[in-house]
């Protein structure tokens, strides 16, 4: 089999601002309109509520180094899938393709449709099965624009992006101009349960990994991609600390921990009833966001897969007019379809597809972070664009954090880990089995 040739090959065209509208559009979603409750209810108390969501910006910055670190070195569009395979051999990057492409991304494609589709069913009724039709439509759609092209892409994420920036600054500054929240006749006291607040602050920091799926495509990847972590991870922190001190500032520490859904009584106390047909506005445009961001991410990694195994070769073609991986978006969109038929028939979609995806999602991040010590071993002297600092001690925190979330998402999420988990066992014969022997020498 020939590789692509390079008129079929990604185009350098991703400038810093796409790269950070992109980090800022998956990261920056619903989890800042439900989270918080849950952190401050494990917390004991304001000041560690908010060093809370500092950490959690800390550790997305963490590992966000790490990832340029390995994305500049080792630049391409198959992004975690390329440096499994650098560092790990083909069996393991195809039995991480199987997973993103069956459970970890299109999973997350699903339930951020069923958030949209929640929320627009509050504006738009469509009926008993309103909310997973519209969950349904919005992958069509979605899919639709990046099969157009990479420039459609591009130009949704950065409507997208700018307009959740947007909404969720206004909230943020409507919250900290209202009165301030009496203090509480009686402290508030509790030593809370950090270690399971850090879980869920974490949860509302995902999405930051997707960065190096954009390395292939990059103007200048060995200067931008530091460029944008740093950027987008300073643009997400700051946001989410102002939202949560706004989120103080309304109803206090005591409050806030008895909120069932923050988000809507913030707006119902900015401009009454109607806030919550305004939050429902709000949520559905980073709703939609993330859905873009991600849609657009994740066909990169079948675009990967296709190039290195003969039986789905055609899913490595890259499409020179529009400048994208057009079989790998249409084969992503059903398989996201059919988990959102699948999510329709459980009591929560949303909640039956975070915990699919939860357990191999952080089971592979802790792989890739590990590769960064395989490739610093293997290759002392090699030439690096950007190197993670304090190194072993960053990467060495970044695996520990994976491995206690691989850990978390086991012990506390529901039957959807198991379905993901089986979904997962089902592509070992692809991984030992469906390479041809030259495949398993090109690394």
Same mark, same amino acid.
């Given at each position: ?41 494990? +917390? ?58 069956? /459970?970890?991304? +299109? ?63 206004? /909230? ?12 509480? @006749? ?34 200048? /990847? ?78 990169? +990694? ?79 002297? @090699? ?44 592509? @070992? ?15």
């Amino acid at each position: 089999m020939n590789v692509p040739t390079s008129g079929s090959a990604p185009q350098k065209t991703i400038s810093v601002l796409d790269g950070v509208a992109f980090i800022v559009g998956v990261v920056i979603g619903i989890g800042i309109f439900r989270m918080p409750p849950l952190v401050a209810s494990n +917390t004991a108390n304001e000041t560690m509520f908010m060093l809370a969501w500092l950490a959690g910006g800390c550790a997305m910055l963490i590992g966000a180094l790490c990832y340029a670190e390995l994305a500049s070195s080792h630049p391409d569009a198959g992004g975690e899938y390329h440096f499994l395979r650098k560092a790990y051999g083909p069996r393991v990057a195809v039995f991480f393709g199987w997973a993103r492409g069956t /459970v970890i991304q +299109t999973g997350a494609i699903a339930y951020v449709a069923f958030v949209f589709g929640d929320y627009a069913q509050q504006i738009i009724g469509l009926g008993a099965r309103g909310s997973s039709l519209w969950a349904a439509l919005a992958v069509i759609v979605f899919t639709t624009i990046n099969v157009m092209g990479t420039q459609p892409g591009r130009r949704t994420q950065l409507i997208f992006s700018s307009a959740t920036i947007a909404t969720v600054v206004v /909230v943020a500054i409507a919250g900290l101009a209202g009165p301030a929240a009496p203090p509480p @006749a009686t402290p508030v006291t509790g030593s809370g349960a950090l270690g399971l607040a850090m879980v869920f602050v974490l949860l509302t920091y995902g999405g930051w990994n997707e960065v190096a799926y954009l390395s292939g495509e990059m103007k200048d /990847v060995r200067r931008d991609m530091v460029r944008i972590v740093l950027i987008g991870t300073a643009a997400v922190t700051a946001v989410y600390l102002a939202v949560n001190f706004a989120y103080l500032n309304t109803f206090g520490f005591a409050g806030l921990r008895e909120s069932k859904a923050v988000g809507a009584d913030l707006m119902r106390v900015i401009v009454g009833d109607a806030g919550a047909v305004v939050l429902a506005v709000i949520i559905c445009t980073a709703a939609l966001s993330t859905l873009n961001a991600t849609i657009f991410t994740g066909a990169r +990694t079948y675009y990967a897969l296709g190039r290195d195994m003969p039986l789905i070769r055609k899913l490595g073609v890259w499409d020179p007019v529009r400048d994208n991986p057009a079989n790998a978006f249409l084969l992503q969109g059903a398989i996201a379809l059919t988990l959102v038929i699948f999510g329709a028939f459980t009591r929560d979609g949303f909640a039956t597809m975070v915990d699919y995806t939860a357990p191999v999602f952080w089971f592979f991040l802790m792989l890739v972070a590990i590769s960064l010590f395989v490739f610093r071993m293997r290759e002392p002297a @090699a030439s690096r664009p950007f190197s993670v600092p304090l190194y072993p001690i960053l990467p060495g925190l970044f695996v520990a954090l994976c491995a206690y979330l691989l850990y978390s998402s086991l012990a506390y999420t529901g039957y959807g880990s198991l379905v993901g988990i089986g979904i997962l066992a089902l592509g @070992a014969p692809l991984a030992f089995f469906g390479q041809s022997s030259e495949d398993e020498k090109r690394i």
